[in-house]
């Protein structure tokens, strides 16, 4: 009794030497890690006094969950094998495939029926998945922007993981992913400004305004980021979830402009105006990092703040009225070559209540 006492004594002793290891390089690669949390450039504002009935100032006039279902399309995923053309497949929110250079890369995969750590409640989605994950072809390389449960699902990851090859990840979340069962000489780990080069795609992390975290105690223990993705022919940019700030334009002035952008426009609200975008700024950060087409994103899936459901997407192609950026709106599902992308500006979610 005494030797078992004396074994878990020394565990609890060298507990917090063992959680260290494998955070110790955070500090020497992230100016933003304090050796316990993960922090914004600038302020990090989250209000909570105010009231819940606040105005939303929208330009939609729906509710803030459709009457009905969305209408879907298919996912075509034979362009993996074309090489040279670019095609990309929005499955709602966040949840994106680019066929880029003959590569898969999939970001942020949630195809849950809730964004929750359960699944008898929490935010439902407004439509099932266009397609099963078994459906999916195989993924190169699955990108995480960060550990929120819309956009790193537990449940997804495990039925995807067999499929994957490589996962790029912010520092942190390659814990959460080893949790889940991922093996870690899957998963690489990225702070902010680092590079690598995976079988011809060149990857930067770039920063984000945002936060972390997947219960009341862990809030800014892992990173949030963007992502810059190069194959040598086309330029991507992939926003995260970000509220407005100045790393747009330094990504913007060290990457120069990009072919094509994601840029998220929904779930935004006055009382966080720190950790969304209003649709105007995600069109001012499109501006700022040079997008010549943009597809708004995080919207169209799940109920996650208080203005109606295609709210960001009408008042974000408003916003555009005018200028040369093109506001490309595909059906979630459908899948679309950039040699055509003109053609998806479609906006098919105006006569949808």
């Known amino acids: 009794m005494r030797k078992k006492h004396l074994l878990f004594m020394t565990w609890l002793l060298l507990l917090p030497c063992l959680i260290s290891a494998g955070t110790s390089d955070y500090a020497e690669r992230s100016s933003n890690y304090d050796g316990k949390i993960f922090h914004n450039e600038h302020e990090f504002i989250l209000l909570k006094d105010i009231p819940k009935d606040a ?23 034979t362009g993996e094998t074309t090489g040279g053309e670019l095609f990309f497949t929005w499955f709602g929110h966040s949840t994106l495939l680019l066929q880029m250079d ?39 390389i699955l990108v995480i922007t960060h550990d929120h449960y819309d956009h790193l699902d537990k449940k ?17 979340v390659e814990r959460r992913l080893k949790k889940f069962g991922v093996a870690e000489d899957k998963i690489t780990n990225m702070a902010w400004w680092e590079e690598i080069h995976i079988e011809g795609i060149d990857i930067a992390c770039t920063p ?4 972390s975290g997947r219960t ?22 992939e926003s995260g979830d970000s509220g ?80 040369d950026i093109n506001i490309i709106t595909p059906y979630i599902g459908g899948t679309v070559p950039f040699s055509n992308i003109l053609n998806y500006q479609n906006r098919w979610y105006e006569p949808i209540r």
């Open 55 to 77: 105005p939303v100032w929208a330009l939609s006039d729906k509710e803030v969950i459709p009457e009905n279902q969305l209408p879907l399309k298919t996912p075509d995923f």
């Open 208 to 211: 984000a305004r945002h936060f």
């Open 102 to 140: 003959g590569k898969n890369i999939l970001f942020d995969p949630v195809f849950s029926k809730r964004s929750s750590p359960v699944q008898f409640a929490g935010p439902k989605r407004f439509t099932p998945p266009p397609c099963a994950v078994n459906d999916l072809p195989e993924i190169d």
């Open 244 to 323: 407005w700030d100045d790393h747009f334009q330094r990504i913007g002035a060290k990457y120069g402009s990009f072919d094509l952008a994601f840029i998220e426009a929904g779930q935004y609200d006055i009382r966080w105006p720190s950790v969304h975008m209003k649709p105007e700024e995600s069109f001012d950060a499109a501006k700022a990092v040079g997008a010549k087409h943009v597809v708004p994103i995080h919207w169209g899936t799940f109920r996650l703040a208080r203005h109606p459901w295609d709210d960001s997407v009408q008042r974000m192609v408003k916003a555009a009225g005018g200028s």
């Open 216 to 237: 009341l105690s862990d809030r800014f223990e892992t990173l949030w980021t963007s992502w810059v993705l190069s194959d040598g022919k086309y330029r991507i940019f």
């Open 156 to 172: 997804t990851i495990k039925k995807l993981d067999s499929k994957v090859k490589k996962y790029v990840c912010p520092l942190g």
